[in-house]
């Protein structure tokens, strides 16, 4: 691997080790945010949170770190004195479900089938090459106590909150959350806004998967929807559809090189990817993008290992 691979997959591995350090959680401050009608956004660390609060009560979507539990309900009675029924998980990885088991003593966890499963089983997150990552089995208090093949609707606070399965996109038990009555919808780390996305490939996603989720979302909701990603601030579908041209395009170009028989290290020193510098993030870089590209389209599941406790 060359030495500029080997920094690519260390700045990740760094990147997803501090994520769950208690000591840096103690320092997260929650950020509150009205997005639309009766539904916020909560930002700590892991995942943005959605709540939907009323007179009925409060449902969130995702809930982060469990560390963090405490912060997310001092934020919510900042908005609201009503209890938390039920918690929603967009997906398995546990910057995303690590709260359930704080939250689900008092409130009702939901998820995919396959989340549950995942939660289950523990297992392995990565991309075919630069990362992975193992995640310990949860615990049974951290399980969702209902889940869905397809979609299932919670009706609270005049909202008909729907979450709908778009499999194989960033893992295989990907939801979108829709609250059509405020015009909001929780795309989960279907769509991100730190530059390009983590695609886990040992999770059952692929990149074709996340681009007809986000493409199947944007045909079915109206243009001023209220976009809140996986992680980043409020969006537009305008930002949706720039991130599905960027996939589109990436795909197309790492595909092309692909069936011409070439190497990853021949698309890597090529810089086939230098088009979308803008795209280059922190956590995933375009050389990390590239591996997860061209281990979709070739189907292979080889890379560095780290266990995370």
Known sequence: ???????????????????????????????????????????????????????????????????????????????????????????????????????????????????????????????????????????????????????????????????????????DGDSVIFFPQSNVVHMGDDFVTYGFPFVDLQSGGSVEGMIAAAEQVAAQLPPDVKVIPGHGPVSSMDDVRRYVTMLKETLAVVGRGVRAGKTLDQLQQENVLGPWLKWDGKFITREQWLITLYNDLTGKKTGEFIKHN
Not at 7 to 13: D, E, I, S, T
Not at 87 to 105: A, L, Y
């Open 1 to 171: 691997m060359p030495n500029t691979w080997r920094l690519a997959v260390a700045l990740v591995l760094v990147t997803f080790s501090a994520a769950a350090q208690d000591e840096d959680l103690s320092k997260v401050e929650m950020k509150v945010t009205k997005v639309s009608g009766n539904v916020y956004m909560l930002e700590g660390a892991g995942g943005n949170i959605a709540a939907c609060v009323g007179e009925d009560g409060i449902v969130i979507v995702d809930d982060e770190f469990a560390p963090l539990a405490d912060k997310i309900r001092e934020a919510l009675k900042g908005i609201t004195d009503k209890p938390v029924r039920f918690v929603i998980n967009t997906h398995w990885h546990f910057d995303h479900t690590g709260g359930n088991e704080p939250f689900s003593q008092t409130s009702t966890v939901i998820a995919q089938d396959n989340v549950r499963k995942r939660l289950i089983a523990g297992g392995t997150m990565g991309n075919g090459g630069g990362v992975k990552v193992e995640a310990k089995p949860a615990s049974r208090a951290a399980l969702p106590i209902i889940t869905f093949d397809h979609d299932v609707s919670v009706h609270l606070n005049g909202e008909d909150i729907r979450a709908l399965h778009f499999p194989n996109g960033h893992t």
